[in-house]
C-alpha cells in the first residue's frame, strides 16, 4: 500500500516511551500520559489461562473464535447491549484495535467516505487509511463547549457514499458518553443507506458517571448497519493481552473471516478460553476501580475551578478528560512538552487526537490518586508560572 | 480496500473443518491435512509464559517487542543463520503470517510488481492483494521434476517495477529447501536494484533430510534486500500462541512499526517473555520430532514407489510432501473430496498452492506413525480402485 506519510507514529505511544525515557533516567515522572488501567488482570482470569494451556489450547482454533467464548460474548452482548446476534455474527480478534481495522478493511472500496467525529483515538485514522487509501474523510468535531454531536455538519457531510460513521462512547480523548438521542439521530441518518456505524465500545465498563451507555447495535432498524467493536483490555486490564472482538452483519462476516484467516489465522486459543472467565467474575468488579477514577476526576474538576486559564467539559466514562488549555497555551504540543520538561508531567497533547484540537490536552485518569493530585498541583502551578505554557 | 473475490477462504484450513465436521459425526478422518505439529509446547515455555504473566507482563509493550526477546532472536539470527543484524532491525509480531503481512504492506506501493514461487503457502497471493490491490503477482512455477527454481522464467518476471521476490524454505508444501546455489541466484539477481527478497523460514528447524538450510539475509552483498521471517509455531509446536518476528533493514523498520502500532499496538507481552524461554532449551530438542517425520516421509516413498500412478520429488524439510497425482487423477479438488469421502483421509488439493499444481495434493506428515501408515494404505488402495481419483 502507498502508505501516506501522515501515517505517523502513534502519539501517545511515542510520549509515553519519552516519559518512559525519563524515569530510566531516574527522574521521576507522573504519567497522565498513556490509556492502561493500572491494576493486574484478575487472577481468575490468569489462572484459566494457564489451565487452557496445559489443557492444550495451543494450537490452532477456528479463525472466528472459540465457539465457547463467542457464546458468551453473543449472551454478553445481549444482557449488557440489548445487541441481539448468533454467534456467526462474532469474531475474535487479536484486540479490539485489530477489530476496527478487520471490520473497516472488509467495508471500504475506493473511494468510499468516512465520517470520523474528532478528536478521535488516534489510530482511527491511520486505519481507515491503511484499510482504503482513496477514502475521503470527513473529520467532524464535537462541539468545542459541551461535546455534543454536531449534527448539522454530520448531515452535510452524510452522502451516498458515506459508507462508515465511526463513533466511540465511552470516549477516548473527551470521556463523552453519547446520548440516546445522538444515538437515536445517528441510527435515522443511517437507515436505509449503505453507511454502516462502527462503534468502538471498548470502555464500556468505564464509568464513573453512572450515565447509561448506549449501543447502536441495539437498534432494530438499523441492526444491519451496526458493527459493535470491544474487547477485555480496559474492563479486566488485560491491554497486553491482545484480545477483542466485533459484532457484524452477516453480510460483512465472510470479508473479515478471510482477512482474518490470511493476516492472523486466529486470536491466541488459550487467551481466547482464559478469556472465557471473565464473564464469571463478579458482576460489581468494575465498581471500585470506577470509584478511583471519579475521584480523580473530582481533583482534576477542583483543580480547573480554581484555575481560570483551564476549562474542562466533564467526563462520563473511559479514563480520559480532554482539558481545554485555550486560555494559557501556544499549542499543545509546546504545553505538553514545557510540562513535562519543566515539572515532569506526561500529558498527551490535543492537536494528537485532531488539527482542531489543539488548545486541548489529554488527562489520563488511571495514575495512582496521590500521585494524580500531585500532578494536578504541578499543572496549576505551571499555568499559573511566567515561565509556563 | 477492494477485497477481490480471489480473496477466498484459506482452503486448507476450510478442508480442515469439513474434516473436522466428519469427526463430529463420529466418523474417524485420518487428517493428513493441516499443518501444526501434533505434540504438546514444551511445558518450560507454558511455565515461563504464566510466571510472566504473575508478574505483570500483561500491559502494552514496546511494539516492535521486548527487547530481551529481540536479544535472543539477534543472537539465534546471528548464530543458526548468519544474518548480522541489530534489535532495531526486529519486529515481533503476532505470528509469522502477520510478519509478512506487516512487510508488504511497508514494501508495496501501487503497481509494484512480486515475484511469487509456486505452489505457494495459501495466504501469500492474498496478502499481497489485501498489502496492495494494484500489485502486478508474478507467480513462477518450480520446475514440475525436481523442484528447482526455474531461474530462466524468474529472470525474465524481473524488472525495474519487482519490489518483491517472496520465497520460502523448508517449502510449504513440496518440502523443498532451497540449495545454496539458488540462494546466490537470487542474491546476484536483487543485488543493486530496488527489490527486496521476503524470506519465510518458518519451517527451518524441521529438517528431517540434514540438508542444511540457507538464509539469503546472511548473504552480506544484499542484506540491505533481505526480510528474514521466523517464528516459535513450527518449531515450539506453537502454532495457537500467535507469535513470530521478521528482521528487516532499518529503512523499512520505521513503517513496519508504525503499521504495528495501529493495527497490533504490540504481540501479546507476556507471550513474548514466555518465548524468551525458547531459546535456553536443549539443541537436540527437534531431532526426536524430526527423526518421527523421515520415518513418515520414508512411509510415503515407499508406498509410491509401489504406485505406478503416484510420483513424488522428495522433500527434505517442513511438514509436508507435495504429491504428484497426474498418473492418476481428474484433478486435485475432486482427488481430495472422493478421498476424503471413500477412505476418510484428509488431504489439501494442489490446487489450493498454485493455478498449474491441481495434478499434485499436499500431505502432511504430521499424523502419528501408525496412523500415517494407515492413510498410506488407504491412498494406495483409492488410487488402484476402479471407483478411484
Redesign the interface.
Known amino acids: 500500500?502507498?502508505?501516506s506519510p501522515d501515517?505517523?507514529?502513534?502519539a501517545t505511544?511515542k510520549f509515553s516511551?519519552l516519559a518512559k525515557e525519563k524515569n530510566r533516567r531516574k527522574e521521576k515522572i507522573i504519567s497522565l500520559g498513556?490509556g492502561?488501567p493500572m491494576f493486574?488482570?484478575p487472577p481468575e482470569i490468569?489462572e484459566a489461562?494457564?489451565d487452557a494451556?496445559?489443557k492444550?489450547?495451543?494450537?490452532?482454533?477456528?479463525?472466528l473464535g472459540l465457539v465457547e467464548l463467542r457464546e458468551l460474548i453473543k449472551d454478553k452482548l445481549l444482557k449488557d447491549n440489548g445487541i441481539d446476534v448468533s454467534i456467526d455474527n462474532i469474531v475474535v480478534t487479536?484486540?479490539a484495535?485489530?477489530a476496527l481495522?478487520l471490520a473497516l478493511?472488509?467495508l471500504?472500496?475506493?473511494n468510499d467516505e468516512v465520517i470520523n467525529i474528532t478528536p478521535c483515538y488516534v489510530?482511527y485514522i491511520?486505519?481507515i487509511k491503511?484499510?482504503?487509501p482513496s477514502a475521503v474523510i470527513h473529520n467532524i468535531d464535537l462541539d468545542k463547549h459541551d461535546h455534543s454531536l454536531d449534527r448539522g455538519k454530520i448531515k452535510k457531510a452524510f452522502n451516498k457514499k458515506t459508507k462508515a460513521i465511526i463513533i466511540n462512547s465511552p470516549h477516548n480523548p473527551t470521556g463523552k458518553m453519547l446520548e440516546r438521542d445522538e444515538i437515536g439521530f445517528l441510527a435515522r441518518l443511517v437507515k436505509g443507506t449503505g453507511c454502516y456505524v462502527v462503534s468502538d465500545e471498548i470502555y464500556e465498563k468505564l464509568n464513573f458517571s453512572g450515565m447509561r451507555h448506549y449501543s447502536i447495535g441495539a437498534v432494530k432498524e438499523i441492526k444491519d448497519k451496526a458493527i459493535t467493536i470491544n474487547g477485555f483490555s480496559k474492563a479486566f486490564?488485560?491491554?497486553?493481552?491482545?484480545i477483542g472482538y466485533l459484532a457484524a452483519p452477516k453480510e460483512l462476516i465472510k470479508?473479515i473471516?478471510?482477512?482474518q484467516?490470511?493476516?492472523?489465522?486466529?486470536?491466541?486459543?488459550?487467551?481466547q478460553k482464559g478469556a472465557c472467565s471473565a464473564f464469571s467474575l463478579n458482576e460489581d468488579y468494575p465498581k471500585a476501580y470506577n470509584s478511583a477514577l471519579k475521584e480523580r476526576e473530582s481533583l482534576l474538576v477542583e483543580m480547573v475551578k480554581s484555575n481560570s486559564a483551564l476549562r474542562l467539559v466533564r467526563p462520563a466514562g473511559g479514563l480520559f478528560a480532554f482539558l481545554d488549555i485555550s486560555g494559557a497555551s501556544h499549542g499543545s504540543d509546546r504545553f505538553s512538552a514545557r510540562l513535562l520538561d519543566r515539572k515532569n508531567v506526561a500529558v498527551i497533547p490535543g492537536v494528537s487526537f485532531g488539527e482542531n484540537w489543539d488548545d486541548h490536552v489529554r488527562i489520563s485518569l488511571v495514575a495512582q490518586t496521590d500521585e494524580f493530585r500531585e500532578g494536578m498541583r504541578r499543572i496549576d502551578e505551571f499555568v499559573r508560572s511566567e515561565d509556563g505554557p
Chains 1, 2 share one sequence.
Open positions: 500500500m502507498k502508505l501515517i505517523r507514529d502513534s505511544l516511551e498513556i492502561e493486574d488482570t490468569v489461562t494457564y494451556m496445559k492444550g489450547y495451543t494450537k490452532y482454533s477456528d479463525p487479536p484486540g484495535k485489530q481495522s478493511m472488509a471500504l472500496e475506493p489510530s491511520p486505519q491503511i484499510a482504503e486490564s488485560m491491554t497486553g493481552w491482545r470479508a473471516s478471510r482477512l484467516q490470511h493476516l492472523n489465522t486466529n486470536t491466541c486459543t488459550f487467551i
